[in-house]
């Protein structure tokens, strides 16, 4: 542990360097202090303990109090705690019509493919791209005003769920809230700072998840048609690798099928014996014309139909499947749409198509991205690691981070609902909270920043909240 100055804690700070602060032995004492620091908070807290600060400019306040002896750890954390129960006793009088109001949002939309980025979007598609007034001014109406309301509902919702829910961390006696607004930090736990970050299951790396699934499944399938035919296959770990060679097997076994046929078409006891080799069942008692004519037709559909389970068993994206999928149910697949939307939009419709084969297929995707989140919660380094490596890189930062991962099981994309439910995310995140402390050692991350090329340490929690009914 090292002994800095107050200046060059402050330095620390600004580089946004907190291993390094935390690393000092009087480090979470300025970042206590830190939260503290607007001038009217500090002129409150020097005025309890008789600190005189008269002849101090403000921004020299926190530095005083930092090196004053006679201010002891007591003495800050009763004066937060203090300052956030009268902060905390104003949103709780507020608090039911808050969630009332939040819980008239029925759709959580972007209003648009560009996510939340709208002046992005202004620019690139109707700024760049229009030149004519009236055209640029219909637009404005339209499309560009839906963007705007869906930009501007979603961002009230984000923010007036994340003061809720922080708060329920802060409420908690194993949490010690912050007074101000400090950066990267929200609230102590055990003397660690941690920025909460509200989210989901990354879509990105569910992708990923699926992806490697889907090739396993897809390896696993074609290893067993192999074996079936009774064609030896390769043992190698690399899975993309192997399904090359299973489909090269199969191909050469196929062409094989073909060959048999053009040299033996004219040998009726070769074809039956290959048939009875490949236990392929004929109606032996036909004439001999009419019989080498259905021996050669097995043989081509014995041929076709692993062309057939090859396709069949590939794997495929989920929007692939979803269409395919509509295609089969004769459910119309729109051609106006972007990718992200309409793969939702696809899974809502068959969501709520009552037909066994639709209901089979959905409840097929549930259960897959049910068992990839149920893994990640079992081994939640990974995420953990992942959610660090994939930040965007005009906001990098590896700061300490509470990871609140909120899933629907039952229907993903109402994920969002989630942040208002606030006595379901009160209990489960007091049961977290309550035993946080016996698993200190769990929270040590290290992740690389590819960006930077440069390995980073620091503490992180996760906790996921599952809507299973």
């Not at 480090?27 to 620091?37: A, D, F, Q, V, W």
């Not at 068992?371 to 990974?382: F, L, V, W």
Request: one cysteine or more; hydrophobic letters at 35%.
């Amino acid at each position: 542990m090292t002994n800095l100055s107050f200046a060059e804690l402050d330095t620390f700070f600004r580089k946004d360097d907190f291993p390094s602060i935390e690393n000092d032995n009087r480090g979470i004492r300025y970042l206590k202090l830190r939260s503290m620091s607007r001038s009217e908070t500090m002129e409150e807290f020097c005025s309890l303990h008789n600190i005189d600060i008269s002849q101090l400019q403000s921004k020299q306040y926190l530095s005083h109090v930092f090196d004053h002896a006679g201010i002891l750890n007591e003495h800050i954390v009763s004066f937060i705690n203090q300052k956030y129960q009268q902060e905390r006793d104003l949103r709780k009088a507020n608090e039911a019509f808050l969630i009332d109001q939040l819980s008239r949002l029925l759709t959580f939309d972007w209003g648009g493919s560009f996510g939340n980025s709208l002046e992005k979007n202004i620019v690139d598609n109707y700024v760049k791209k229009i030149q004519s007034y009236d055209q640029i001014s219909e637009e404005i109406e339209g499309r560009l005003l839906m963007s705007l309301r869906g930009y501007t509902l979603n961002s009230w919702y984000n923010h007036w769920t994340s003061i809720l829910i922080e708060d329920l961390f802060k409420d908690h006696p194993n949490v010690l809230p912050t007074v101000g607004l400090v950066k990267k930090i929200d609230f102590f736990i055990n003397d660690i700072p941690f920025d909460l970050k509200v989210t989901y299951f990354p879509a990105e790396l569910m992708t990923s998840k699926l992806l490697v699934e889907g090739y396993r499944k897809e390896s696993i399938s074609l290893r067993d048609k192999c074996n079936e035919l009774g064609i030896q296959v390769p043992n190698i770990d690399n899975t993309k690798e192997l399904i090359r060679l299973f489909k090269e097997l199969l191909g050469v076994y196929q062409q094989s099928i073909t060959d048999f046929i053009r040299v033996e078409r004219n040998n009726i006891e070769s074809l039956k014996s290959k048939c009875l080799e490949l236990n392929i069942g004929f109606d032996a008692t036909k004439v001999a014309n009419d019989l080498k004519r259905d021996l050669i037709s097995l043989l081509r559909e014995h041929r076709e139909s692993i062309k057939t389970y090859i396709s069949s068993v590939k794997y495929q994206t989920e929007l692939s499947k979803l269409k395919s999928k509509c295609n089969q149910l004769n459910i119309l697949v729109p051609d106006d749409l972007s990718d992200n939307a309409l793969e939702q939009h696809l899974y809502n419709k068959l969501s709520e198509d009552h037909r066994p084969e639709a209901r089979e297929f959905v409840n097929e995707i549930r259960e897959s991205k049910r068992a990839i989140i149920n893994e990640a919660e079992q081994n939640p380094a990974e995420l953990k690691k992942w959610l660090y490596e994939n930040q965007g890189e005009a906001r990098f930062d590896a700061s300490n981070r509470f990871f609140l991962i909120l899933t629907d099981e039952n229907e993903i994309y109402n994920s969002w609902k989630l942040k208002r439910s606030i006595p379901f995310l009160r209990d489960r995140i007091n049961s977290h909270l309550d035993t946080i402390l016996e698993r200190t050692e769990d929270l040590n991350t290290e992740f690389y920043w590819h960006a930077g090329q440069q390995t980073y340490n620091c503490k992180s929690d996760i906790l996921f909240i599952k809507q299973t009914e």
